[in-house]
Structures are given as C-alpha cells and as structure tokens.
C-alpha cells in the first residue's frame, strides 16, 4: 500500500484549490418569448421548454 513518505505543506496542499473558480450558468435565449433563461431548463417567465407546450402552470403559483 502507498503511503507519503513526509508531510504535505499547507502551501502545497492548497496550490490544488487555486485554479478552481465558479463560473456563470449559461444563458440562452427562449424561443417562444425570447427572455433570457438558463440552458436546459424550462423557461420562468412563459413555461416553455424545447418549443413544447407549457410545463408548468405559471397562473397558478402565482396564487
């Protein structure tokens, strides 16, 4: 079995976390009412998702 012959530094241990950075979810634009929404996902404002009929009930969550 492997095991580490000396202690990591904090240093070295966390140069592994410094290139991670979070990135922005990817907005598309939607084909029925042409607002902005994240890809894959139905769209907030109308209810659409891939020029289908509506998903969800907007009226009603509103309520």
Not at 25 to 49: D, F, N, S
Request: charged share 30%; with cysteine.
């Amino acid at each position: 079995m492997a095991v580490p012959k000396g202690k990591q530094s904090k240093s070295r241990t966390n140069k592994r976390f410094a290139n991670y950075k979070a990135t922005a979810p990817t907005l598309v634009e939607c084909k029925h009412c042409h607002q902005l929404k994240v890809a894959h996902r139905v769209c907030p404002i109308c209810g659409w998702y891939d020029g289908s009929e509506p998903v969800l009930d907007l009226e009603e969550k509103k309520k």
